[in-house]
């Protein structure tokens, strides 16, 4: 059995690096969707989601950042371009929202469906004995179940 050079399974490293690119993609949309949620914001609610929109965006930032050094930690290549990501992510670009309930709706199932996938790469992580990649999505996910707590209370 062939290792990368952090001592990983090459073909578990190269599928683990595959996943990540999904989670990327991911997290690239949903980056660029709340970024358009804290632009766009009108009403009542605006100066509540308006700071709520850009604490959530910078946190992207950096797990996108996070997770493209992961890829490259595992060998794999992350893929920058914005066209690429809109042909495999999960997450879909959101359509303009001013109506901060309605994007705050986007949000929450955003994050449900990001939960499925950290927790996919998580088990995987750990068959594989990559202590790296599941101690990245072990945090992700507590910080996904806060979010999710959070919004869920927003708008219950």
Partial sequence: MSTNYIGLP?????????????LLANYEVFYQNVRGFHWNVRGPQFFELHAKFEELYTELAMKIDVVAERMLTLGATPDHRFSSYTLIAEI???PILKDGTEAAKVVLNTLKALIVRHRMILSEAAQLGDEGTASIM???IKDLEKHIWMY???LH
């Avoid at 090459?10 to 999904?22: C, F, I, M, Q, S």
Wanted: charged letters at 35%.
């Fill in 10 to 22: 090459t073909e578990g490293a190269d599928r683990l690096g595959k996943e990540l690119h999904h």
């Fill in 92 to 94: 879909e670009e959101s």
């Fill in 138 to 140: 072990s945090d992700f």
């Fill in 152 to 154: 869920a209370a927003y």
